[in-house]
């Protein structure tokens, strides 16, 4: 049988329907086999509980991981207000979930309460990976990733997403099997035959020289250059944002659309060779008249550039992480994929926000399920760091 992946997509004004309806697609396509694994995106909108319920009462209480979304797509349809599951079914890949809470004080601790009854290995599946689902409000994405080598070893990949919340930037939720939990992390560990391929890739470019980080706390920086984080920012973005956006950033106001538009559309980036930049959204910044709140945290003496990107480079980029996929199948069979896709890109495409997905879809050829992310997650066996932003990151699933 090896490895088989199907999907669905479902929507209904009571959570627990859109949950059942969803997994039910899914299942369908799936034929015989067991469910091993159960993958849920779910809108904010709904009852997390009752959707997580009508999934399980379908896959057999399988394991389950997943988390709130700002807008979730299958291979089938993009779109919000949804429930977007996938079932794995294999002979080749084994599954173990955990759950942990308290990410937002001590992303140790959490991790460990995670894994604490996962393997340390099973005979026959020498490949290692995980998949992450966090709190996107937490502001510990970097510390997690670098967290993840202390407590689960550098014998493995990693590839997930920051759970979102429809931009509302209130609460976000993580699933693990029957538990819905806020301040928290999902986690499931693959054990396989063959390794899960992961590739990331964006489409953001400096308008900005460099700028160094004068003054931080954590995830919120204050001054840049010695001068309020904002007020450079809106200098930087001022002509860009005028000519592309038709936003006068000296007119914004706290907590309005224009200000998640120009958070979203200017980020940060952090040169780490070469032409490559590692992102870093503002998008938690609700104010304009100092700080900049991020989605990790930025020490002082980081040195950054403003970035932004056309919407062409957007789709280009996500089509770029698909053909990564591909170009390292070397010689096996996909069976799926998991794309987590940051918000970004959805604000930046709008309505052609379906263009990414399809470019994805056109590429791989397979099944897959993804939603918006607060953030992305992808590490290699070996790499010191694995936070991302205004990313497509892919994970796949060979048969």
């Known amino acids: 049988m090896g490895t088989k992946f199907v999907t669905g997509l479902a929507r209904d004004e009571i959570s627990y329907e859109a949950g059942k309806k969803a997994a039910e697609t899914a299942l369908k396509k799936m034929g015989s086999g067991k469910v091993n694994l159960s993958i849920v995106f779910s809108s904010y909108k709904y009852d997390h509980s009752e959707v997580?319920?009508?999934?399980?009462?379908?896959?057999?209480?399988a394991p389950l991981v997943g988390c709130s979304s700002a807008e979730e797509f299958t291979e089938e349809e993009v779109g919000r207000d949804g429930v977007a599951c996938a079932l794995i079914s294999s002979e080749t890949h084994k599954f173990f979930t955990g759950s942990g809470v308290g990410i937002r004080n001590d992303e140790t601790s959490c991790l460990i309460e995670a894994s604490n009854g996962f393997p340390s290995g099973v005979e026959g599946y020498p490949y290692k990976s995980y998949i992450l689902c966090e709190d996107g409000l937490s502001g510990k994405g970097e510390e997690t990733a670098i967290t993840m080598l202390g407590v689960l070893g550098a014998d493995m990949k990693l590839a997930g997403g920051s759970a979102s919340d429809d931009l509302k930037m209130e609460k976000t939720f993580t699933f693990t099997d029957g538990v819905?939990?806020?301040?928290?992390?999902?986690?499931?560990?693959?054990?396989?035959?063959?390794?899960?391929?992961?590739?990331v890739n964006h489409g953001h470019m400096p308008i900005s020289g460099p700028l160094t980080v004068t003054r931080s706390e954590l995830n919120i920086v204050h001054e840049i250059d010695g001068k309020p984080a904002f007020d450079v920012?809106?200098?930087?973005?001022?002509?860009?944002?005028?000519?592309?956006?038709?936003?006068?950033?000296?007119?914004?106001?706290a907590g309005s659309a224009d200000l998640a538009r120009l958070l979203t559309r200017y980020e940060a980036g952090l040169h780490v060779g070469g032409e490559n930049y590692k992102i870093r959204w503002p998008g938690l910044t609700s104010v304009v008249d100092g700080p900049m709140t991020f989605a990790t945290s930025v020490p002082e003496g980081t040195i950054l550039r403003v970035m932004a990107s056309p919407e062409n480079d957007q789709i280009a980029s996500a089509r770029?992480?698909?053909?990564?996929?591909?170009?390292?199948?070397?010689?096996?069979?996909?069976?799926?994929?998991?794309v987590f896709d940051c918000v970004v890109r959805k604000i930046i495409l709008k309505d052609n926000f379906?263009?990414?997905?399809?470019?994805?879809?056109?590429?791989?050829?397979?099944?897959?399920?993804?939603?918006?992310?607060?953030?992305?997650?992808?590490?290699?066996?070996?790499?010191?760091?694995?936070f991302h932003n205004a990313t497509t990151v892919i994970m796949a699933f060979t048969e």
């Open 320 to 338: 770029k992480s698909a053909e990564t996929i591909m170009a390292n199948l070397k010689g096996r069979k996909l069976a799926g994929v998991i």
């Open 52 to 61: 997580i319920r009508g999934v399980r009462e379908v896959t057999k209480d």
């Open 180 to 199: 819905v939990l806020e301040n928290s992390i999902s986690l499931a560990l693959i054990v396989s035959k063959h390794p899960v391929i992961i590739a």
């Open 354 to 386: 379906k263009e990414a997905v399809n470019a994805i879809k056109e590429t791989v050829k397979v099944p897959l399920i993804g939603f918006e992310t607060y953030g992305e997650y992808a590490m290699e066996m070996g790499q010191m760091t694995g």
């Open 233 to 253: 920012w809106k200098k930087c973005a001022r002509e860009d944002a005028k000519r592309n956006l038709g936003i006068d950033v000296d007119k914004i106001q």
